[in-house]
């Protein structure tokens, strides 16, 4: 924080400063601020506190009307610099010339999309997570825009909550370094500076966790369970120095997030002394009226103010009733001041007051053509792609594929642009996506022949089409292609016969694993798995390529596909990125961050769950111990797992010592070989369980990882050190203490095959 505030200083004296109130060398941030919000009016104050979206909130004359009389803080979803740059000139040249900001959800890409989240998590590759956060914010901020709402960081352990494609996964180790990753790389040397945005963590809390899976549903949650898995990860997002948080829409234990004292005074300001700005999600205070904390907007607004919600997002209560609580006495301006200086703050650390136009520029600079190819990043989003693909079968060493022969391409999602990009893809085009059918061809050039068939619709049920089509896209979102069921999978087969091997491109379309999509099931939609069924009777090699944004129940596949390569939503890039992966001119080595169930009926499956007393023990027959009988226990693919076109071997365990005292360090090393023919990469596991200690622990917990590249034949020793910090827990009077005693340290390439070694602190 203090380096920010010096680079904020030194950028106030090489800029021009704007504000009525000019940021000097002498005053600091604090007395800036302060000295700022001495000349504002209570209307310009309350002003600072809404968050307008931009096409859905007023017309553009009146949005327009109200920035110039200093009523609006910031202004979210325009994406370009001409579309910004008028509404700066309003804030300009408001009585206080107070600049606004510029928000957008650039989650995963601005123009050039990236993999979604949960496939950048695939990756363990912490550098290129970073350079896909840190291309995002260059594109973003090069298009005017301020600040972020990302990286959404809430853990979930409920594949069928749509919102899991937008996060990092089930672990909160994996999660925390992946969301502090990304913050780094949005907000670059410092929030302040032209190319970076402004990071705003999210959904602040829990989210993740809603009841069933279900959207927007309610959370009920221990206070152990809180503090040592799901609140970790927006720690970690605040210690890299996030500079806003977004609240959540779900409700904590009975208090909706937005109204919830405890969370947002008691925790996230006191307890973990964040100094930053709140946002409500979208229309959040009005919905305390819909959970029943409020009887009334009046409430509503009380409510939300006085629990910290800095910015309302989408929402009038604070501009209709604030003025009104604050005559009644029952908001203090002290309160109203307490918001109104983080919103200034923000845009203070944003480098606004500096120079209001620091990413909108000159007019005289603003690209000719906003889609541009020019201003895209193909390599990078290419290269961070292929990182994030699962190799999640591969019998008889059926991929890679050769450029040779004729590849049938199968499946609506074989040459489907809009699908490529995932969910809350920013500003990315469609047609700059390069589909699968389009990737293969540019593999194999005149090498071999490419045929596709569409062989089904991505599904038949038009309930399903129309909620997808309900959803807010520019475009129908999905379309049907009107040939009968048995037609299209009859062409594909008559396409499947004279082929050397299929390729099918299955799973979801984007609009499946978005915001509000929750599904009941996590089968490949029926359409798509009667087309499989038909490519499998042809007897031709079958290599699945899913396309999907939360974990599926692929036991049928499994069973039947000679390779499953999981891809996700994989960008822009996409269909090269995957062409690079099946022909092996990239070795796969992403490893799943969320397990993936064999059933509805098994969720959870989350791979680090507590211990229990009747444990199912895998090849012990007998009842009464914890297990669905119908069917295996345990994940199908666990967390961890991927392969790779090679592979590697683990030796056994050595440790430094069989003690850990409590100022010491032991160190854990295996040697990693490469007993294959490739060369290829890896990620080496470390898992500690703690044997017995005051509370229940999990059956293990991820610590450490290393992502490790190996030649053919080539091995190398990977070191861990581990201190008694990795050993600490919360315990009942939420302390966060390490138990002396025995633990077992576990080191393998997924969590559930694992090398064991015990020790004991003392
Ligand atoms: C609602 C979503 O929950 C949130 O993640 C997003 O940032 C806002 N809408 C703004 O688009």
Known sequence: MKRLYLLGLLACLVQPAFADVKPTAAQDRQAFIADLIGRMTLEEKIGQLRLISIGADMPQPQILKEIAAGHIGGTFNTVTRADNRPLQDAAVSSRLKIPIFFAYDVVHGHRTIFPISLALASSWDMQAVALAGRTSAIEAAADGIDMTFAPMVDITHDPRWGRTSEGFGEDPHLVSMTGATMVKAFQGAAPNTADSVMASVKHFALYGAVEGGRDYNTVDMSPVRMYQEYLPPYKAALDAGSGGVMVALNSINGVPATANTWLMHDLLRKEWGFKGVTVSDHGAVTELINHGVADNEREAAKLAIKAGIDLSMHDSLYRDELPGLVKSGEVSVQEIDNAVREVLGAKYDMGLFADPYLRIGKATDDPQDNNAESRLHREAARDVARKSMVLL??????????????????????????????????????MQAVTLYQGLRNAVGDKAQVVYARGANVTDDAHVVDYLNFLNWDAPEVVQDPRPPKELIANAVEVARQADVIVAAVGESRGMSHESSSRTSLSIPASQRALLKALKATGKPLVIVLMNGRPLQLNWAQANADAILET??????????????????????????ISFPRSVGQIPTYYNHLRIGRPFIEGKPGNYTSQYFEEPNGALYPFGYGLSYTQFSLSDISLSSATLRRDGRLEASVT?????????????????????????????????????????????????????DELKFYNAQLQHVAEAGRFNLQIGLDSKDVKQQGFELR
């Open 672 to 724: 990693l070989k490469n007993t294959g023919t490739r060369d290829g990469e890896t990620v080496v596991q470390l898992y500690i369980q703690d044997i017995a200690a005051s509370m229940i622990r999990p059956v293990k917990e991820l610590k450490d990882f290393r992502k490790v590249m190996l030649k053919a034949g080539e091995e190398q020793v990977v070191r861990f050190d581990i201190d008694e």
């Open 393 to 430: 079968k591969n019998e008889a060493r059926t991929l890679p594929l050769k450029k040779q022969g004729r590849i049938a391409l199968i499946g609506p999602l074989g040459d489907a642009k809009v699908d490529m990009l995932g969910s809350w893809s920013a500003a990315g085009v469609p």
């Open 568 to 593: 996700w939503f994989s960008g822009t890039e996409g269909g090269n990125a995957i062409a690079d992966v099946l022909f092996g001119d990239y070795n796969p080595s992403g490893k799943l961050p």
